[in-house]
């Protein structure tokens, strides 16, 4: 079969399509045919050598975390799926199986390829709703478990007032919708992508600059900076306000030069806020959805990692694997 492949730790430039053995799927696992992937910042870190002396990678190392595909074989003991079942989900390298937490892990052999082997008892896949268009399904696994996390996390009250920093990327665009519902959001955002916040709820829009951040904000999200880098973010907060961020290093408390503030850092392994049932009955209901801000073949799944690392995007990034671009 064809995969986006890793032939070594490196930059994305490096990434190729090569040929590679279907994995079969073991005891509990199954196989799915994948329609289209997404990219995330996973695939640029993990092969790009950021854990290998924590979680050392086997090459070639298949590209891909976030799916949507057909189930095309099952393995022993495997009761919740059929050969035939739309599915769709985030599955991390089997080589992170450490990290990823819960004893239900969500591990796989990589979603930019042909096919796929995952765990089938783990809740972070679950059966595509019809409604569910392939590519939405693709986009929304990580940005959607992400987006539900950090909304718990965050208990904005009505009538808050909330800075996101990063707003245009895959969770910031899943994000401000939810927030918009009942707090007033102030987003980062370029002047080419200000209509498109705007258009997702955020009332506000403002530079990348701290110096332009606003004062006595109840809430502030980073999803994009360095958690070493938040003292320009903890400044905007009121006193008792809360910063939540997603990103490493995980920040401490004194980085941010005050200590009136709370401070969270979401990272849900376990799916303590819900799984991907949740997310699909979310997006089912309208709640929940994922902006696909550009899509490519499968033949230049290699170039879209690129773009995501190097290129200002916004959205998400998505392959479709099974030859429809």
């Known amino acids: 079969m064809k995969a986006v492949v890793a032939l070594d730790y490196g930059p994305p430039e490096t990434y190729a399509v090569a040929d590679i053995p279907v994995p079969r799927p073991g005891p509990g ?8 992937a997404s990219i995330n910042p996973g695939d640029v870190k993990i092969p790009g050598g950021e854990f290998r002396d924590a979680f050392p990678l086997e090459f ?17 003991g495997v009761e919740g799926y059929r050969v035939g079942d739309e599915v769709f989900g985030q599955a991390v390298p089997r080589a992170l199986k450490a ?41 929304l696994p990580t940005v959607g478990l992400t987006a539900r996390a950090l909304i718990a996390a965050a208990e904005v009250p009505a009538g808050a007032r909330v800075l996101v920093v990063g707003a245009t990327g895959g969770v910031g665009t899943t994000l401000l919708p939810l927030l918009a519902k009942h707090a007033r959001v102030i987003a980062t955002a370029t002047a080419e992508d200000a209509d498109l916040v705007r258009g997702l709820g955020a009332a506000e829009v403002i530079g990348y600059d701290p110096v332009g951040y606003p004062q006595d904000v109840d809430v502030a999200c980073n999803l994009v900076l360095p958690g ?44 303590r806020y819900g799984g991907m049932r949740e ?3 979310a997006a089912v209901r309208g709640e929940l959805g994922a902006v696909v801000g550009r899509r490519y073949a499968f033949e230049d799944g290699p170039r879209a990692v690129v773009d995501f690392a190097r290129r200002h995007t916004s959205g998400k990034l998505v392959v479709r694997v099974d030859g429809r671009s």
Do not use: C
């Open 228 to 271: 070493d880098g938040l003292k320009g973010m903890s400044a905007a907060l009121r006193p008792g306000g809360r910063l939540v961020s997603i990103t490493f290093p995980v920040t401490q408390p004194e980085w941010l030069g005050r200590d009136d503030v709370a401070l969270r850092f979401v990272l849900d392994m376990d799916g």
């Open 99 to 139: 990290l990823a937490g819960s004893a239900r892990a969500s591990l796989g052999t990589g979603a930019l390829a042909e096919y796929a082997v995952f765990e089938a008892d783990t809740p972070f896949i679950a059966h595509r709703p019809e409604s569910l268009e392939v590519e939405a399904a693709a986009a």
């Open 60 to 76: 070639p190392h298949v590209i891909g975390n976030d799916f949507a595909g057909t189930v095309s074989e099952v393995g022993p």
């Open 29 to 36: 696992q199954i196989q799915v045919r994948i329609d289209a």
């Open 279 to 281: 997310v699909a009955e």
